[in-house]
């Protein structure tokens, strides 16, 4: 008989973390072509583990909302799977892209077929799916991630007003896709519930929750609902570790070795298939868009822990 190793001590652990990783303000840049972002302190660290034994561990800010911006692009691609099915990958690949995630040369070069979910142009196309297919997908949204987490989550009316008021880029995203055919709604329409998704707030506790069933192969531990069949949950997973963090993913894959999300917010998450999702929140960025401190607290929970998938 193997003995299991012992679980880690993870209160002690996040707070080595918090000291070593830090805000890191002064390593990042606040985003700030979303003016209501730029408003955001660059001082805030939070973290928190949801382990499948059903342990929450919080530490520093955890329980403050931030707008998850891209980490709802998790959300909107698990309706997609679930109302779409395989049609899906015929509107839109799954790739990294190697470039900015709001890039417009390759979807020319492409013909208007998105790398992947979770570029922008991506996400884009993926939300005309859902508007094509929900009377109100900005409120199912928000049911189905309320219900992950077990607590009403709220979208911040002001974050997205403002990002839909600087969505010159992504407009023209949608309307070169549109021009190849691949966009079904009026670019205003699917702009407006992507303004809206990506302004979903939650708190590091509540987004370790939310996104437990990707460790339990699409599993909702809290509730036992099934969100995604075990083949839908693995791709999505694979997704995440390959396109997850834009033209940082294979940086990612080499030094954290797990599925992650990142936003402009400054939130990541990241999936340790049958063990546990981390959420982190810090918000000054690096170069590609990722948090900075949050890169290094998921670099050093792994090290500590030998977390991989590898
Ligand atoms: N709402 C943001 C945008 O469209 C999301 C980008 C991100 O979080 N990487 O630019």
Redesign the pocket.
Known sequence: MTNSPPTPDYPALLKRIAVASGPAADQGQV?D??PALARVPADRFGMALQTLSGSLHRQGDADEPFSI???SKIFTLTLAMGLVGEDLWRRVGREPSGNP??SLVQLEREHGIPRNPFI?AG?LNVADLLVSRLDRPAAALRELVSELCGESVHIDAEVAAS?RAASD??AALAHFMKSFGNLDNDVDDVLDF??QH?ALALSCAQLARATAYLAHDGLCPRTGRRILDPRQARRLNAIMLTCGT?DAAGDFAFEVGLPCK????GGIVAVAPGQLTAAVWSPALGPS?NSVAGQQALERLVAETGLSVF
Do not use: K, P, T
Not at 262 to 265: A, C, D, E, L, P
């Open positions: 985003a072509y979303i911006q891209s980490i995630f709001n922008n996400a990002e880029r992504n992507y303004v990506c834009y990142s936003g402009v917010g868009g």
